[in-house]
């Protein structure tokens, strides 16, 4: 069984800081991705980044310059850095990993439960 765990969210004025982190944990063989998405209420699950093990990162446009994600491929654990936060930014941010339980087994996708970043003055 895998599981994720996120931690880091809460409340933030507008410009401010937060950092969310994320554990995977279980019997994991390898861990491709790892990433954090974001819904607002009344709107679509985004991507908001990811980073594959081989260093890649992405983002969405609208986070760009102001988010750092970054990974402990060892350890399992992803992190997110949100710098000058907008009202906008406000949402449940879920942690997504792409991962596999054995070297032949296909990959599959494991989300976290989320955590709640309100950005607010």
């Known amino acids: 069984q895998v599981q994720l765990a996120e931690s880091g969210g809460g409340s933030v004025q507008p410009g401010g800081s937060l950092r969310l982190s994320c554990e995977a944990s279980?019997?994991?063989?390898?861990?491709?991705?790892m990433g954090w998405y974001r819904q607002a209420p009344g709107k679509q699950r985004e991507l908001v980044a990811d980073?594959?093990?081989?260093?890649?990162?992405n983002y969405s446009e609208s986070v760009k310059d102001r988010f750092t994600i970054s990974r402990d491929i060892p350890k399992n654990t992803a992190d997110l850095q949100m710098n000058n936060l907008k009202p906008e930014d406000t949402a449940v941010y879920y942690c997504?990993?792409?991962?596999?339980?054995?070297?032949?087994?296909?990959?599959?996708?494991?989300w976290g439960r989320g955590t709640q970043v309100t950005v607010s003055p």
């Open positions: 997504r990993a792409v991962l596999r339980l054995a070297r032949y087994a296909p990959d599959f996708i494991s």
């Open positions: 279980g019997n994991i063989f390898s861990v491709a991705s």
């Open positions: 980073m594959s093990s081989s260093g890649n990162r």
